[in-house]
Structures are given as structure tokens and as C-alpha cells.
T-cell receptor, first 117, second 113 residues
Framework: AQKITQTQPGMFVQEKEAVTLDCTYDTSDPSYGLFWYKQPSSGEMIFLIYQGSYDQQNATEGRYSLNFQKARKSANLVISASQLGDSAMYFCAMRGYSGGGADGLTFGKGTHLIIQP | DSGVTQTPKHLITATGQRVTLRCSPRSGDLSVYWYQQSLDQGLQFLIHYYNGEERAKGNILERFSAQQFPDLHSELNLSSLELGDSALYFC????????????FGPGTRLTVL
């Protein structure tokens, strides 16, 4: 079984500051992927960034980077230079790849990020 | 715009009724996943179809069923609806290859009265 834990239900951050959203995971799969999604108040789920368990380098996508610490089973999302439009729910998710990776994503409960001007 | 479409956007119905939610994946994607997002349970994986065949089941109730048609669109059927089935239902599609990300549709918000 897989489990994702996001310990920050909500965060307030000043605009232009960097933000770190915490995510820890648990899995028995030797090969897995970690994902971050953003859900604005409009409701859609927007893919942000992906990290494979065997990737040697931390993933980066524009202002988003993933601080992957495999031994600690953590996959924190870092948003640099936050903007008002970053205000949203953020979900960490994972998927194991044993059995061909057919299973769906396991999500955490999310962090509600509010960027203040 | 993710390229995944879902209809209807909103659905209001009564307990005991049956509804069908529709999803069209991105062009070329063979995989369709269904998820339920509720206040109680959060985001939960329901079921995965690949090229018309069921590939994996998650926390899907026996009252719920899904299928994927030859044109690759998928339908999620919810029957004997209960108040607790009120939720946002997402479908997501994925390109071939285990490591690719899933792209989510805009969701169907179901309200059971």
C-alpha cells in the first residue's frame, strides 16, 4: 500500500517569497513516481512536476522544483518567487510501477496555499 | 486546457437515481483514469481503463461501473445514488508509457439531494 502525508493544511506566504510545501510518502514499491498537482479555486487539477524514484537529479519546471530526499522519503515542492496566482490547493501524489504501473495515483490531503500581497 | 473533456460540468439528482458521466481523453491517449474528490475522502482513485480494457481498480463501490469505448471515450455509471456520493469526479488520461503524467479533465460536480 502507498501513503502520502502532507502535514501543512494551510500556509500564508508573502508575495515574492519562496515557498516549501512538505510531502512525505511510504511505499513498498522499489520503483515509483512522485507528482505535484495544483488545484485553483476553479477546481481543475493542473500537473506541475514529476520525480522518478531512480532519477539522479531533482526535477525542476520553471519556478517549481522538487526537493527529493529518497532516504527520508520526502518530496517537497519548492515554489520560487511566489505570485498571487499561486494561491491554490497543492496535492502531492505517487504511483508505484510494480505490475506495469496500471494503478492510479495516491494523493495526499493537500495544502491550501494563500499568497498575500 | 489539458485536452481532456468531461460532460456534464454539473449534475444535480436525487437519491436512488442513476447517472452517467462522460470523459474524452487527449488525442492519442489510450489510458483513462477516474477519480472521486470529496470532502470526507479526499482524492481517491476509482478505476483505470486502457484501450477498452479494465486495468486496475481502486476504491470503487459496487454501485459504480465504468467502460471505455472503441473511440476511447469513457463513461462512469453511478447507480442507487446516496447523499455521500456527492463529489467532484475527475477523469484523467495518460500517454503510453508507465512514467508519464496524468492530465486531468475539468471534472463533473455531482450533487445528490
Amino acid at each position: 500500500a502507498q501513503k502520502i502525508t502532507q502535514t501543512q493544511p494551510g500556509m500564508f506566504v508573502q508575495e515574492k517569497e519562496a515557498v516549501t510545501l512538505d510531502c512525505t510518502y511510504d511505499t513498498s514499491d522499489p520503483s515509483y513516481g512522485l507528482f505535484w498537482y495544483k488545484q485553483p479555486s476553479s477546481g481543475e487539477m493542473i500537473f506541475l512536476i514529476y520525480q522518478g524514484s531512480y532519477d539522479q537529479q531533482n526535477a525542476t519546471e520553471g519556478r517549481y522544483s522538487l526537493n527529493f530526499q529518497k532516504a527520508r522519503k520526502s518530496a517537497n515542492l519548492v515554489i520560487s518567487a511566489s505570485q498571487l496566482g499561486d494561491s491554490a490547493m497543492y496535492f502531492c501524489a505517487m504511483r508505484g510501477y510494480s505490475g506495469g504501473g496500471a494503478d492510479g495515483l495516491t494523493f495526499g490531503k493537500g495544502t491550501h496555499l494563500i499568497i498575500q500581497p | 486546457d489539458s485536452g481532456v473533456t468531461q460532460t456534464p460540468k454539473h449534475l444535480i439528482t436525487a437519491t436512488g437515481q442513476r447517472v452517467t458521466l462522460r470523459c474524452s481523453p487527449r488525442s492519442g491517449d489510450l489510458s483513462v483514469y477516474w477519480y472521486q474528490q470529496s470532502l470526507d475522502q479526499g482524492l481517491q482513485f476509482l478505476i483505470h481503463y486502457y484501450n477498452g480494457e479494465e486495468r486496475a481498480k481502486g476504491n470503487i463501490l459496487e454501485r459504480f461501473s465504468a467502460q471505455q469505448f472503441p473511440d476511447l471515450h469513457s463513461e462512469l455509471n453511478l447507480s442507487s445514488l446516496e447523499l455521500g456520493d456527492s463529489a467532484l469526479y475527475f477523469c484523467a488520461s495518460k500517454a503510453q508509457g508507465a512514467y508519464n503524467e496524468q492530465f486531468f479533465g475539468p471534472g463533473t460536480r455531482l450533487t445528490v439531494l
